[in-house]
């Protein structure tokens, strides 16, 4: 791993995120601290930040605690949009149409890191 690499906030190690699931971690992204949603899918790690558009209140329905629907998409615990898990598009729900916003992730020697 690169100075440059380890210089970015460590935000969790792969191996606490099993695949498939989601995992909340807390960063600082722009100078604010944040809540972030991280999301596996294989050694591909997605991040977003814990807020849904429709009415900016958190994703999860307890800390850390997240719902994914049948259809393997992320769902807010406050009014039920779905959020497919690639670009983070609300599929379904108040906030069809608009999207949860990314934050930049890398992964690298087990690790995932801010981008």
Not at 30 to 42: F, P
Not at 75 to 98: I, K, T
């Amino acid at each position: 791993m690169s100075d440059a690499e380890t210089d970015r906030p460590l935000l969790a190690r792969l191996d606490q995120l099993p695949d498939g699931g989601f995992l909340e971690v807390e960063a600082q992204v722009e100078g604010d601290a944040e809540s972030l949603v991280l999301y596996r899918d294989g050694a591909q790690v997605r991040a977003w930040l814990n807020v849904c558009p429709h009415a900016g209140r958190r994703l999860d329905w307890a800390p850390g605690q997240f719902l994914k629907s049948s259809q393997g998409h992320l769902v807010c615990a406050a009014h039920g949009a779905s959020f497919e898990l690639q670009h983070g598009d609300c599929v379904s729900g108040p906030c069809r149409g608009d999207r949860l916003r990314a934050v930049g992730v890398a992964v690298a020697e087990g690790e995932i890191r801010l981008a």
